[in-house]
């Protein structure tokens, strides 16, 4: 082995453990210009494409702790690594591949798991990590919002019942006094009538005491 292998290996070494994933293609027959597109792109959702060669990749692979890929690492091979999402990489890949049919996408490592082509090629289909985040983040806060809308409107209502019961207040009282007017006694009530009647019969005799004198004259006209 020449001196310059272990210094190889440990780079692209370093470089896998550091992505969170790993993908393989095929990049045969691509010029340089085509290449240099394809880097530019991918730099855009910060990744990074690396023609390597497989023995160095195998081995890297290995020393990183990665599963194994050597069916996979056949031909004329690149590896793309990034410090984001591996869903914005492979829809660049895909998109460019539409374009002018290379690089091929092999397989592909994510969350220490073997993906096979039609894997990488639906996670290109997936919106990216930060559209799936602020969309996560309005599922999240829209319930909430609801939440607090609902909590506050019973609240307001209960507000509103209270006052409506403080400006009836005065008069509740004078209302509540009158059912209870009958359990009170109230002798006073009840006798006054009694006198009334004994008036009434005093004055009753009256008439006759006065009629009395007045038939006292009458005997002596008689005589």
């Known amino acids: 082995m020449r001196p310059e292998k272990p210094t190889i290996v440990e780079d692209i070494k370093l470089r896998l453990t550091n992505s969170p994933f790993l ?16 880097r530019t ?30 069916r996979h690492l056949t031909g004329q091979t690149a590896f793309v690594v990034g410090d984001k ?11 460019f591949s539409a374009e002018f049919t290379k690089p091929t996408i092999r397989a592909g490592i994510l969350d220490n798991q073997i993906l096979e082509t039609e894997q990488v090629l639906a996670l290109a ?15 999240l806060l829209t319930p909430a919002t609801q939440l607090v809308r609902t909590l506050n409107e019973p609240a307001a209502s209960l507000a509103r019942v209270l006052k409506a019961i403080g400006e009836k207040m005065p ?11 009958p359990k009170t006694e109230e002798p006073a009530a009840v006798a006054e009538p009694a006198p009334a009647a004994e008036e009434s019969v005093a004055e009753a005799p ?8 007045a038939a006292t004259p009458a005997t002596p006209a008689a005589e």
Request: net charge negative; with cysteine.
């Open 125 to 139: 289909d997936l919106p990216s990590k930060e559209i799936l985040q602020s969309q996560l983040l309005a599922l």
């Open 41 to 70: 792109r991918l730099g855009g959702v910060g990744a990074s494409v690396t023609v390597v060669k497989n023995t160095f990749l195998r081995r890297s692979v290995k020393e990183a702790g990665l599963p194994e890929l050597d």
């Open 85 to 95: 999402d591996i869903c914005a990489a492979a829809k660049i890949l895909k998109t």
């Open 23 to 38: 993908i393989i293609v095929e990049y045969g027959g691509m010029n340089v210009q085509h290449f240099a597109e394809l």
């Open 206 to 213: 009256a008439p006759a005491v006065s009629e009395e004198p």
């Open 171 to 181: 008069s509740t009282p004078a209302a509540a006094a009158a059912p209870e007017a």
